[in-house]
């Protein structure tokens, strides 16, 4: 339709009336929209695509069904109801979807009549699932055991009810990417590509000037180029190109209108915005492809209103002919790269932390809702240990399930859920779906547990005779089962079970009600230490027990009950409490007696019955100093609190810190208040050290005797905010080592990667934020290290952390802020409790561990005490009333053959039976290459040891998943050429299992998943061991 006359000036009326006639007749436009690549031309690839946030500024569910729109319009069944009919107007047109929490709430309800219809949009490509997981997970606050189970969920509905594989990786909103997600969760699952935008702003100018956007991403050095994922990053965001390319029904982008008999006919212009739009990108990329992403949050509600644009646009700027516009989708783009057979710039570590501008980090978030992070990493560890259960006693699908738990688990690993930068209501909202979740989870824990302790006489699951009941809100110091009165003979069976693959000896605390012993189940006494519960935990208690379940406890604790168990792997033991009252002293457990420091006379005070010993300043009841007695590790070390004050956004950068943002205002130490002694508490089994550090903070050291770390629980909250600051609580360690701004923090909770200070290698860093800047997110811990000896804190949910100062480490614990930081959530992170009305400030109690080990000898502990801090034993209670339980029930049981445990340096992370009946196995090695002398080598693992009452049928080793064979992915997936690479494989990994001997071998960080089909799974026979 462009006029394009010569003589245009000296004919214009006649052309006009031309024109008007001859449009006259032409109201029907058919829209070439065939276009394919081009060999010779850029190539615009068109994605249509819509963002769906699986809960942020509303719930998952209010997001699907489109309620609550006065905080956002969006509407996800919209979404879903209108691409339907939109991609059948034309064969040509495509579209991608990403999240499968919400396509499967969409999916239940459709017809036959629309289910066949996706069905067949699907097998032509027109539809397709991209990243296939429930939800697009963060990549910062997640544990790699949740990333895998909310993929595998994902991946293995779409390829049961489809039979699709999805090839590609997007993650595009995600803070900063992880090299977990690259290695383990793109290649290990078979992606061709990863794609996403949010890379630091200076990291993305230096990318664009140099081309080099797309790289080749060799995320682990352990694992090599057999991990390596080709990886786009958006030039600008995940949105259409600058330029006006918006079409949702209220977007002002202008559309193009083409009828010459309506006024403001557009064609021209807006076929060279989109040619402006497209060679402006292909400035900053390599080769003749570009995708434009044509979409973003909740876009496509009124799919046509996008699809007639885009139609028009493909159709006029092939007219025009000076670039290439075609209907495309990640894949096809990944494909027309991946066949020019160039090589790419390599990309090694990860990318964090994120800053979208000088005074913008984004590590805030690392830390950002505490106690939501503490509760998904509970929930991670009960839904494995769950799930083991339910295999050992069979899966019942029409009992209780760990289906919801896995659900709920799933949703919470969003990039604006377990982040902590969702609304408060939303994130009620995941903590309401992990608590429904847990609570069908633990019956059924419970019930296997009851199960399994059925005697061998009469084994089986349908009559059990004993009730166990657990404790999930023993962070509170709040267990009624345990807390009962054990006079007239009764007494209390308490079962612990262990989730590892490893014999494990632990300490249990559980609050009881009057002075306690504890026999084995061979009814040997065994040693245990009575703890008086400290009036802080009792006041925490009572006020959250109010606030949460709506009552007052009828009954205070009198002590904690602290015992040594010792646990088979994938097994259990049990232990009996019984009374004290009445019966003559010999009883090992005591009553700990309590002084200030302040009475003390020497200068030091020492902490610690064991090899480890803590030493405090008399005077003000300070750390100073760490001696191991075995290691012979001495180190002056001090433990201090601060804060640092929220920015407020008031000054030249209107940049508050927020959810997403940590923008420190100045730093202030904390100081303990003069008026509380330290008291220290000592025990047979451990010594305390209790500190009220301020009115707002509250600490507890503990050193076991047989354990070489020190434990620090705090409880912060609620942060005062009446001086109108908001406030970032840090604790700081520090130690006298020379660690030349070097740090390690983990990826996920597993590769380690090194950190220094104020520099990043991919980039000359101009250093604007000293302090946020510096900030890297924890999963599993932090380490630093010298000539001599390396110092690690290891932690119980993610955090952010740093070394700011050489020989220092510091975490931050808990935010309060007042100001929205501006990223779009729209309210300030300031989480209250209520109780009757009066709210006060979120506070929260959480454990991190301290050590210090000789040069090299660190990681052992890392890793083996960083698995236990992952799955916390799983103690259930029930009473015995006169009887004898032992005589009539299996007290002690492993799956395993008694003379078997896994290697020291592999963990079980995934046992499952599946609905189908086969069996999910996932082992992991937990080294990297180079890491440990010994530990760092091949591991082998027996799987008739590991399963020594059922018989293999059949083994099949998979992707990661489990959604294809790994044989088959490694067949199909891109190998991609990369710039000085010789592309030469040397690194080491475990060879096919031969099904006969069926051992499994892993080389370092080797993540290994298996479907096995057992001959034959009885109860009765495991009953039988
Ligand atoms: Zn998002």
Same mark, same amino acid.
């Given at each position: 339709m462009a006029i394009d006359h010569p003589h245009r000036r000296t004919r214009l009326s006649a052309l006009l009336l031309v024109a008007l006639w001859s449009l006259a007749e032409s109201k029907y436009i058919a829209?070439? !929209?065939?276009?394919?690549?081009?060999?010779?031309?850029?190539? &615009?690839?068109?994605?249509?695509?819509?963002?769906?946030?699986?809960?942020?500024?509303?719930?998952?569910? #209010?997001?699907?069904?489109?309620?609550?729109?006065?905080?956002?319009?969006?509407?996800? #069944?919209?979404?879903?109801?209108?691409?339907?009919?939109?991609?059948?107007?034309?064969k040509n047109r495509r579209f991608i979807y990403v999240e499968q929490a919400f396509f499967q709430r969409w999916w239940r309800q459709q017809s036959d009549e629309i289910k066949s219809t996706v069905k067949e949009l699907l097998s032509s490509g027109q539809l397709e699932f991209i990243n296939g997981g429930m939800c /697009?997970?963060?990549?910062?606050?997640?544990?790699?055991?949740?990333?895998?189970?909310?993929?595998?969920?994902?991946?293995?509905f779409i390829k049961q009810e489809f039979g699709i594989i999805p090839r590609i990786g997007w993650q595009i909103d995600p803070f900063g990417h992880s090299a977990v997600q690259?290695?383990?969760?793109?290649?290990?699952?078979?992606?061709?590509?990863?794609?996403?935008?949010?890379?630091?702003?200076?990291?993305?100018?230096?990318?664009?000037?140099?081309?080099?956007?797309?790289?080749?991403?060799?995320?682990?050095?352990?694992?090599?180029?057999?991990?390596? &994922?080709?990886?786009?990053?958006?030039?600008?965001?995940?949105?259409?190109?600058?330029?006006?390319?918006?079409?949702?029904?209220?977007?002002?982008?202008?559309?193009?209108?083409?009828?010459?008999?309506?006024?403001?006919? $557009?064609?021209?212009?807006?076929?060279?915005?989109?040619?402006?739009?497209?060679?402006?990108?292909?400035?900053?990329?390599?080769?003749?492809?570009?995708?434009? !992403?044509?979409?973003?949050?909740?876009? *496509?509600?009124?799919?046509?209103?996008?699809?007639? #644009?885009?139609d028009k646009f493909i159709h006029y700027v092939n007219k025009d002919g000076r670039v290439n516009a075609l209907y495309s989708t990640p894949s096809i783009y990944t494909d027309a790269k991946y066949a020019l057979e160039e090589s790419w710039p390599l990309k090694t570590g990860d990318f964090f932390p994120y800053a979208d501008n000088p005074n913008a980090y984004w590590t805030g978030y690392f830390t950002s809702r505490p106690a939501i992070k503490g509760?998904?990493?509970? /929930?991670?560890?009960?839904?494995?240990?769950?799930?083991?259960?339910?295999?050992?006693?069979?899966?019942?699908?029409?009992? *209780?399930?760990?289906?919801?738990?896995?659900?709920?688990?799933?949703?919470?690993?969003?990039?604006?859920?377990?982040?902590? !930068?969702?609304?408060?209501?939303?994130?009620?909202?995941?903590?309401?779906?992990?608590?429904?979740?847990?609570?069908?989870?633990?019956?059924?824990?419970?019930?296997?547990?009851?199960?399994?302790?059925?005697?061998?006489?009469?084994?089986?699951?349908?009559?059990?005779?004993?009730?166990?009941?657990?404790?999930?809100?023993?962070?509170?110091?709040?267990?009624?089962?345990?807390?009962?009165?054990?006079?007239?003979?009764?007494?209390?069976?308490?079962?612990?079970?262990?989730?590892?693959?490893?014999?494990?000896?632990?300490i249990i605390r559980i609050p009881v009600i009057s002075e306690s012993i504890v026999h084995d189940s061979d009814g040997n006494e065994i040693e245990s230490q009575l703890l008086p519960l400290a009036d802080a935990t009792i006041n925490l208690r009572s006020h959250h027990v109010k606030a949460y379940l709506g009552i007052s406890p009828s009954i205070t604790p009198k002590f904690w009950l602290i015992f040594a168990v010792s646990v088979p792997p994938l097994g259990f033991n049990t232990y009996f409490v019984s009374s004290t009252k009445g019966k003559v002293a010999g009883s090992v457990a005591s009553v700990s007696t309590f002084y200030s420091s302040e009475e003390s006379k020497s200068s030091n005070i020492e902490v610690g019955k064991g090899k480890l010993k803590l030493l405090y300043n008399v005077k003000d009841g300070t750390l100073t100093h760490y001696l191991n007695s075995r290691s012979l590790v001495k180190a002056s070390m001090e433990q201090t609190y601060s804060y640092y004050a929220g920015d407020s956004g008031s000054g030249n950068d209107p940049q508050a810190s927020g959810a997403y943002i940590f923008r420190p205002n100045g730093t202030f130490p904390i100081k303990p208040e003069k008026k509380t002694p330290t008291t220290i508490v000592r025990g047979s089994i451990l010594d305390e050290v209790h500190q009220q550090i301020n009115p707002w903070i509250y600490q507890v050291s503990r050193v076991y005797k047989d354990k070489e770390h020190a434990e620090v629980e705090f409880t912060v909250g609620p942060i005062p905010v009446d001086d109108e600051i908001g406030k970032e609580i840090v604790t700081k360690i520090t130690t006298g080592m020379a660690t030349n701004k070097t740090f390690y923090t983990d990826s996920n909770g597993r590769d380690f990667i090194k950190r220094v200070r104020d520099y990043r290698s991919d980039l000359e860093l101009q250093v604007n934020q000293p302090v946020a800047g510096n900030y890297y997110p924890i999963n599993l811990g932090i380490y630093m290290q010298d000539d001599s000896t390396e110092f690690s804190v290891l932690v119980d949910r993610s955090v952010g952390?740093?070394?700011?100062?050489?020989?220092?480490?510091?975490?931050?614990?808990?935010?309060?802020?007042?100001?929205?930081?501006?990223?779009?959530?729209?309210?300030?992170?300031?989480?209250?409790?209520? &109780?009757?009305?009066?709210?006060?400030?979120?506070?929260?109690?959480?454990?991190? *561990?301290?050590?210090?080990?000789?040069?090299?000898?660190?990681?052992?502990?890392?890793?083996?005490?960083?698995?236990?801090? *992952?799955?916390?034993?799983?103690?259930?209670?029930?009473?015995?009333?006169?009887?004898?339980?032992?005589?009539?029930?299996?007290?002690?049981?492993?799956?395993?053959?008694?003379?078997?445990?896994?290697?020291? $340096?592999?963990?079980?992370? !995934?046992?499952?039976?599946?609905?189908?009946?086969?069996?999910?196995?996932?082992?992991?090695?937990?080294?990297?290459?180079?890491?440990?002398?010994?530990?760092?080598?091949?591991?082998?693992?027996?799987?008739?040891? /590991?399963?020594?009452?059922?018989?293999?049928?059949?083994?099949?080793?998979?992707?990661?998943?489990?959604?294809?064979?790994?044989?088959?992915?490694?067949?199909?997936?891109?190998?991609?050429?990369?710039?000085?690479?010789?592309?030469?494989?040397?690194?080491?990994?475990?060879?096919?299992?031969?099904?006969?001997?069926?051992? &499994?071998?892993?080389?370092? /960080?080797?993540?290994?998943?298996?479907?096995?089909?057992?001959?034959?799974i009885s109860f009765a026979k495991i009953g039988d061991r």
């Amino acid at each position: 339709m462009a006029i394009d006359h010569p003589h245009r000036r000296t004919r214009l009326s006649a052309l006009l009336l031309v024109a008007l006639w001859s449009l006259a007749e032409s109201k029907y436009i058919a829209y070439n !929209t065939t276009q394919r690549i081009v060999a010779d031309k850029l190539n &615009v690839h068109i994605v249509a695509h819509t963002h769906d946030d699986v809960g942020w500024l509303k719930t998952v569910d #209010q997001y699907y069904v489109g309620s609550n729109n006065s905080i956002q319009g969006a509407c996800v #069944q919209n979404v879903l109801d209108s691409i339907i009919p939109a991609l059948l107007a034309d064969k040509n047109r495509r579209f991608i979807y990403v999240e499968q929490a919400f396509f499967q709430r969409w999916w239940r309800q459709q017809s036959d009549e629309i289910k066949s219809t996706v069905k067949e949009l699907l097998s032509s490509g027109q539809l397709e699932f991209i990243n296939g997981g429930m939800c /697009m997970h963060d990549e910062a606050a997640v544990h790699y055991i949740d990333m895998i189970d909310q993929t595998t969920l994902g991946h293995r509905f779409i390829k049961q009810e489809f039979g699709i594989i999805p090839r590609i990786g997007w993650q595009i909103d995600p803070f900063g990417h992880s090299a977990v997600q690259a290695y383990l969760l793109s290649a290990e699952v078979g992606f061709d590509a990863l794609y996403f935008f949010r890379i630091d702003y200076q990291d993305l100018a230096k990318r664009k000037d140099l081309k080099s956007l797309e790289v080749i991403w060799r995320a682990s050095k352990s694992r090599g180029l057999s991990a390596d &994922v080709f990886t786009g990053i958006f030039p600008k965001n995940y949105e259409p190109p600058p330029g006006g390319f918006y079409f949702e029904v209220n977007d002002d982008s202008p559309v193009i209108q083409d009828d010459p008999l309506l006024f403001d006919y $557009n064609v021209q212009e807006r076929v060279d915005d989109f040619v402006a739009a497209a060679l402006s990108q292909a400035n900053i990329t390599r080769a003749n492809h570009i995708m434009f !992403t044509m979409g973003t949050d909740f876009k *496509y509600q009124y799919a046509n209103s996008w699809f007639r #644009q885009l139609d028009k646009f493909i159709h006029y700027v092939n007219k025009d002919g000076r670039v290439n516009a075609l209907y495309s989708t990640p894949s096809i783009y990944t494909d027309a790269k991946y066949a020019l057979e160039e090589s790419w710039p390599l990309k090694t570590g990860d990318f964090f932390p994120y800053a979208d501008n000088p005074n913008a980090y984004w590590t805030g978030y690392f830390t950002s809702r505490p106690a939501i992070k503490g509760y998904v990493r509970m /929930m991670s560890a009960y839904y494995l240990a769950a799930r083991q259960l339910e295999f050992f006693t069979e899966r019942n699908s029409s009992g *209780y399930t760990t289906d919801s738990l896995a659900d709920a688990l799933a949703i919470a690993q969003h990039h604006d859920a377990v982040t902590g !930068t969702e609304k408060q209501h939303v994130a009620n909202d995941y903590a309401k779906r992990l608590s429904i979740g847990y609570s069908e989870a633990e019956k059924l824990v419970g019930a296997s547990l009851a199960c399994l302790t059925e005697p061998i006489s009469s084994p089986g699951c349908y009559n059990t005779t004993t009730k166990f009941e657990q404790c999930p809100l023993l962070n509170i110091s709040y267990c009624p089962p345990s807390e009962v009165d054990l006079s007239l003979g009764k007494k209390m069976i308490v079962l612990v079970y262990n989730s590892l693959g490893w014999k494990r000896n632990d300490i249990i605390r559980i609050p009881v009600i009057s002075e306690s012993i504890v026999h084995d189940s061979d009814g040997n006494e065994i040693e245990s230490q009575l703890l008086p519960l400290a009036d802080a935990t009792i006041n925490l208690r009572s006020h959250h027990v109010k606030a949460y379940l709506g009552i007052s406890p009828s009954i205070t604790p009198k002590f904690w009950l602290i015992f040594a168990v010792s646990v088979p792997p994938l097994g259990f033991n049990t232990y009996f409490v019984s009374s004290t009252k009445g019966k003559v002293a010999g009883s090992v457990a005591s009553v700990s007696t309590f002084y200030s420091s302040e009475e003390s006379k020497s200068s030091n005070i020492e902490v610690g019955k064991g090899k480890l010993k803590l030493l405090y300043n008399v005077k003000d009841g300070t750390l100073t100093h760490y001696l191991n007695s075995r290691s012979l590790v001495k180190a002056s070390m001090e433990q201090t609190y601060s804060y640092y004050a929220g920015d407020s956004g008031s000054g030249n950068d209107p940049q508050a810190s927020g959810a997403y943002i940590f923008r420190p205002n100045g730093t202030f130490p904390i100081k303990p208040e003069k008026k509380t002694p330290t008291t220290i508490v000592r025990g047979s089994i451990l010594d305390e050290v209790h500190q009220q550090i301020n009115p707002w903070i509250y600490q507890v050291s503990r050193v076991y005797k047989d354990k070489e770390h020190a434990e620090v629980e705090f409880t912060v909250g609620p942060i005062p905010v009446d001086d109108e600051i908001g406030k970032e609580i840090v604790t700081k360690i520090t130690t006298g080592m020379a660690t030349n701004k070097t740090f390690y923090t983990d990826s996920n909770g597993r590769d380690f990667i090194k950190r220094v200070r104020d520099y990043r290698s991919d980039l000359e860093l101009q250093v604007n934020q000293p302090v946020a800047g510096n900030y890297y997110p924890i999963n599993l811990g932090i380490y630093m290290q010298d000539d001599s000896t390396e110092f690690s804190v290891l932690v119980d949910r993610s955090v952010g952390g740093s070394s700011i100062l050489d020989g220092q480490i510091e975490l931050m614990l808990h935010r309060r802020l007042l100001y929205d930081d501006g990223r779009g959530v729209g309210e300030a992170l300031n989480e209250t409790v209520c &109780v009757n009305g009066e709210c006060a400030g979120l506070t929260v109690q959480g454990k991190f *561990y301290v050590k210090i080990d000789p040069l090299g000898e660190g990681s052992r502990w890392r890793r083996t005490f960083g698995q236990e801090i *992952y799955s916390p034993l799983l103690v259930a209670f029930s009473i015995e009333d006169g009887g004898n339980w032992t005589g009539s029930h299996t007290a002690n049981f492993s799956a395993m053959d008694p003379s078997y445990s896994l290697p020291d $340096n592999v963990a079980l992370i !995934t046992l499952q039976e599946l609905e189908d009946g086969n069996v999910l196995l996932r082992l992991a090695h937990l080294y990297e290459v180079g890491e440990h002398k010994d530990l760092s080598a091949m591991a082998y693992v027996e799987l008739k040891k /590991m399963f020594p009452v059922r018989k293999i049928g059949n083994i099949i080793e998979m992707n990661l998943s489990a959604n294809q064979e790994k044989t088959a992915m490694e067949k199909k997936r891109l190998k991609w050429k990369t710039e000085g690479s010789s592309g030469v494989e040397t690194i080491a990994r475990g060879a096919p299992v031969d099904p006969s001997e069926l051992v &499994v071998e892993l080389a370092p /960080m080797e993540v290994r998943t298996f479907l096995i089909k057992f001959d034959y799974i009885s109860f009765a026979k495991i009953g039988d061991r």
